[in-house]
């Protein structure tokens, strides 16, 4: 193919960029056409968000050079970028929420008249951006009172107003309901009639693949392939993300699930808000049991009810045949349960401290040894598990978690709930944001915890992941199980169907 004569929107050459001790970028290319999307792949820590930081110039380069429109830039923050017509929605989001939606989209440039802010302009103008986009959001409702999907869209369409020439989306999915991917793919093709290049970074494969023409891939900072993604297929692309053959993406079962029920739930009633309802189920011994479910159906507040994060109302919970309270989050620890929560980037870290920090904190009780000292050699030897079980990507174990990248922050925390002690591992989206390569990791340590006898409830959006590694998925629908189902003899079809299901 002839590639010479082709006109990019941005090229990245050669961008090399080093941290105390970490080589994050060496030697990087990208090239963006206009009118496509470009995918930036790679695993956890492989450098995608700092090479896009040296776009924005959150990071200056130590070396290398950026071509945007066949102009040589360097931007030297988010804004003079934005101004160019080069706008990003974070991995992380950023946004002030005591303020209105419209002032969060046009912060930095809002419209005045003199010097008195027009309001009425300001409406009207996101307005109209909203319309275009298909959003029915009030501009004047305060960021604080939508959900962090809303959050998103707003990212998205703040992105999109700044007449974008480039965009960049990082991890953009991540926390959307499926309607609204959809929605976010239309807004996405719109955007490409335009002339708009997109640099979309994702995990997720089978998105990927249907999103994007170009596919770059990026390994320990390494620049490793540039192609069209129609040439190839996704075992191709996970051997070049990861580097070596990853012929099954799901481990062999290796866990047997017995009929003796470890954990009965009957009846159970939340107190406050929208919540789980009248649910009757049971976890076996050796069972890794999966809940289903669109956004919205509670499959969260389920377990944070049954893990005491949120009161109860009636309704029993039965562990080995006795009735326990599991009235607080230290209750149910005490009663041998864990729960790994879905945001655990926002809640769990202390960005400040180090990796053997964040990975013991939760577990202390557990490095007393018998003289009341604290057994450091023991936190060393676990912190170490973590970093090798989960392939956390870092120097050294002293490394502040906040400088890690957020899909191996993600691993720590869960690192963090796999060395307590416990005998019901309750998991919320728990890959989510994490590499395939790692993905194989938490799959095989899910099944390895059940086949000592243990139970796991699993609760996943990505139907491959539940086929691939349950045994039984429970569907839920409204707060209430609308089914459960034996996962050898479902279909992708029986599940939805049940979600769907008005309860
Ligand atoms: N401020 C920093 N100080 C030190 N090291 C850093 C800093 N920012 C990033 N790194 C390191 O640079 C490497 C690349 O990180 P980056 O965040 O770019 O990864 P990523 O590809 O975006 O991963 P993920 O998929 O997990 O988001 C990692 O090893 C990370 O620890
Ligand atoms: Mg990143």
Redesign the pocket.
């Known amino acids: 193919m002839e590639r010479k004569d082709e006109q990019y929107i941005l090229q990245m050459k050669n961008i090399v960029?080093t941290?105390?001790?970490?080589r994050?970028?060496d030697q990087v290319n990208l090239n963006v056409r206009p009118g496509t999307v470009h995918a930036l792949m790679?695993?956890?820590?492989?450098?995608?968000?700092?090479?896009?930081?040296c776009l924005f110039g959150i990071?200056v380069p130590d070396s290398g050079e950026i071509e945007f429109k066949g102009e040589k830039v360097q931007f030297t923050n988010p804004k003079q970028a934005l101004d160019h017509g080069v706008s990003m929605v974070h991995?992380e989001l950023n946004q002030v929420p005591e303020i209105s939606v419209m002032e969060n989209i046009w912060m930095g440039r809002i419209p005045k008249t003199g010097i008195i802010v027009d309001d009425t302009r300001m409406y009207e103008d996101t307005k109209k951006i909203f319309e275009n986009l298909d959003l029915q959001i009030d501009p004047r409702e305060k960021i604080s009172h939508l959900s962090v999907s809303r959050r998103q869209m707003i990212e998205i369409a703040k992105a999109v107003s700044a007449e974008a020439k480039v965009v960049v989306l990082?991890?953009p999915t991540s926390s959307l309901t499926e309607t609204e991917v959809k929605h976010l793919f239309r807004i996405i093709k719109q955007l490409k009639k335009q002339g708009c290049g997109i640099i979309y970074?994702s995990?997720k494969m089978e998105e990927i693949l249907e999103i994007s023409d170009d596919v770059t891939v990026?390994r320990d900072?390494q620049y490793i392939y540039s192609g069209r993604a129609n040439e190839m297929n996704t075992d191709q692309l996970i051997a070049l993300i990861v580097g070596r053959e990853l012929t099954n993406r799901f481990p062999e079962k290796i866990n047997v699930p017995q009929t003796k029920a470890l954990l009965k739930v009957e009846h159970l009633n939340g107190l406050y808000g929208p919540t789980v309802t009248d649910a009757t189920f049971e976890l076996r011994k050796g069972e890794v049991l999966g809940i289903s479910g669109l956004m919205g159906s509670r499959r969260t507040e389920t377990v944070e009810t049954i893990f005491g994060l949120r009161l109860k109302d009636s309704g029993t919970i039965e562990k080995d045949g006795k009735v326990i309270g599991n009235y607080n989050a230290r209750e149910a620890i005490d009663n041998g349960f864990a729960l790994i929560t879905e945001d655990r980037r926002q809640s769990g870290i202390f960005a400040g401290l180090d990796i053997e920090f964040n990975s013991t904190i939760a577990n202390m009780n557990r490095y007393a040894n018998s003289f009341g000292m604290i057994d450091r050699k023991k936190m060393v030897k676990d912190t170490k598990w973590v970093i090798d079980r989960l392939r956390v990507?870092?120097?050294a174990q002293s490394?502040?978690i906040?400088?890690?990248?957020?899909?191996?922050?993600?691993k720590v925390i869960m690192g963090r709930w796999l060395l307590i002690d416990s005998q019901i591992m309750m998991l919320d989206e728990p890959t989510r944001?994490?590499?395939v390569g790692a993905k194989y990791e938490i799959y095989q340590l899910v099944m390895e915890y059940a086949a000592k006898g243990n139970g796991v409830i699993f609760i996943s959006s990505e139907m491959p992941e539940l086929l691939g590694i349950t045994d039984r998925i429970m569907v839920m629908s409204n707060g209430r199980v609308a089914g459960i189902v034996d996962t050898a003899a479902t279909s992708q079809e029986e599940i939805l169907k049940l979600s769907a299901k008005y309860l």
């Open positions: 960029k941290f105390p001790g970490v994050a970028l790679g695993e956890n820590g492989a450098g995608k968000s700092t090479l896009m930081k990071y991995q990082d991890e970074i995990h990026m900072g990507k870092t120097s490394e502040k906040g400088n890690l990248s957020g899909g191996n922050q993600q944001g994490i590499d």
